[in-house]
């Protein structure tokens, strides 16, 4: 197998639909282990929209170039109540990619 999955969370804020089902927002990606570039993702919005939109948004960055486009691409075009959760998810998925990469090149 060529990829790995990683994931990354966040605490929801009160009132949002996703709340009352998870206390926790998670971003799940499928990353190609050679060029660390996202084949899939997947969140725990409420909406399969929200789900989608989120796949669509992330799918294609190489984890290599840092997050700093991705985050900036979040703020920018997803307006909803869980943009800051979204972006310390996406934050703590890199810190577990960061930390796989330099446990690889250990080993």
Do not use: W
């Not at 929801?12 to 899939?40: C, F, H, R, W």
């Not at 997947?42 to 948004?57: D, I, K, Y």
Request: charged share 20%; proline share 2%; aromatic share 8%.
């Amino acid at each position: 197998m060529n990829t790995l999955f990683i994931a990354g969370h966040a605490r929801l804020p009160a009132g949002m639909a996703a709340q009352n089902i998870y206390e926790t927002l998670t971003i799940t990606a499928e990353i190609d282990k050679n060029y660390s570039v996202i084949v899939s993702a997947s969140c725990t919005l409420a909406t399969s929209h929200g789900q989608e939109f989120v796949q669509q948004l992330l799918r294609g960055y190489s984890l290599q170039d840092g997050i700093e486009k991705p985050l900036a691409d979040i703020k920018a075009h997803y307006l909803g109540k869980a943009g800051n959760a979204l972006a310390s998810a996406l934050k703590d998925l890199f810190k577990h990619y960061e930390s796989y990469k330099g446990s690889s090149r250990s080993s």
